[in-house]
């Protein structure tokens, strides 16, 4: 599991929208969209529906629970770099 699509997955929980959650990441909105595309891969879950529109994650308490675990690898391996 790549920490970085871990990220990617918490900025688009806190922003709600790909393009915003891609500008906060400092990455492009395709560059997003194809990691959590890898993530749902590799997770063998959709996290998330897409349309043209907007994004709708399938489980606001998936999204939440996904969010959560992201945050808490995040921090575990900020912290384990000091």
């Known amino acids: 599991m790549n920490l970085?699509?871990?990220?990617?997955?918490a900025a688009l929980a806190r922003e709600g929208n790909f393009?915003?959650?891609?500008?906060s990441a400092h990455i492009s909105q395709?560059?997003?969209?194809a990691a959590i595309?890898?993530?749902?891969?590799?997770?063998g879950v959709e996290l998330v529906r897409?349309?043209?529109r907007r994004y709708q994650g399938l489980s606001?308490?998936?999204m939440w629970c996904s969010s959560v675990h992201a945050l808490c690898l995040?921090?575990?391996?900020?912290?384990?770099?000091?």
Not at 37 to 43: F, G, P
């Open 19 to 23: 393009h915003r959650a891609a500008a």
């Open 37 to 43: 595309r890898s993530l749902e891969r590799e997770l």
């Open 60 to 62: 606001l308490q998936a």
């Open 74 to 82: 995040i921090r575990w391996t900020d912290l384990s770099k000091n």
């Open 30 to 33: 395709p560059t997003l969209s």
């Open 50 to 52: 897409r349309d043209h």
């Open 4 to 9: 970085r699509h871990l990220r990617y997955l």
